[in-house]
């Protein structure tokens, strides 16, 4: 099979040799091949899961997700990963709470959902 690049994946490719990254024009269909295909596993491996959670759920399995229910599955997370966040973070052994060393960004989009949630 013969497969003719544009002139602009033929200027890439150029590009890509001159600076070394690849040795010639058939590295680039290899690497380009190569990166299709994971992402069609990446792809198969989506549906599959999506699959099986559309079963599971026309079991009656899974849980309804509302902000009610995200708020509490923040808080439940929270309290849990505290006592790891806790340990690990710099700072944390000094008295820093975990909010403070490790959960800033959490904290701060929680709050966020909070206040959209309001309005």
Same mark, same amino acid.
């Given at each position: #099979? &013969? !497969?003719?690049?544009?002139?602009?994946?033929?200027?890439? *490719?150029?590009?890509?040799?001159?600076?070394?990254? *690849? %040795?010639?024009? &058939?590295?680039?269909?290899?690497? %380009? #091949?190569?990166?299709?295909?994971?992402? &069609?596993?990446?792809?198969?491996? !989506?549906?599959?899961?999506?699959?099986?959670?559309?079963?599971?759920?026309?079991?009656?399995?899974?849980?309804? !997700?509302?902000? &009610?229910? #995200?708020?509490?599955? /923040?808080?439940?997370?929270?309290?849990?990963?505290?006592? %790891?966040?806790?340990?690990?973070?710099?700072?944390?052994?000094?008295?820093?709470?975990?909010? /403070?060393?490790?959960?800033?960004? %959490?904290?701060?989009?929680?709050?966020?959902?909070?206040?959209?949630?309001?309005?």
């Amino acid at each position: #099979m &013969e !497969i003719r690049p544009t002139p602009e994946q033929e200027a890439f *490719i150029r590009q890509a040799i001159d600076a070394g990254r *690849i %040795a010639r024009p &058939e590295d680039a269909a290899t690497q %380009a #091949m190569a990166l299709s295909e994971e992402r &069609e596993r990446r792809r198969a491996e !989506i549906l599959t899961r999506v699959h099986e959670a559309e079963v599971a759920l026309a079991r009656g399995e899974g849980t309804v !997700i509302t902000p &009610e229910t #995200m708020d509490t599955l /923040a808080e439940d997370v929270k309290r849990r990963a505290a006592p %790891a966040w806790t340990r690990r973070t710099p700072g944390a052994a000094d008295g820093a709470s975990p909010c /403070a060393t490790g959960f800033g960004r %959490a904290e701060r989009h929680l709050t966020r959902h909070r206040r959209r949630r309001r309005r």
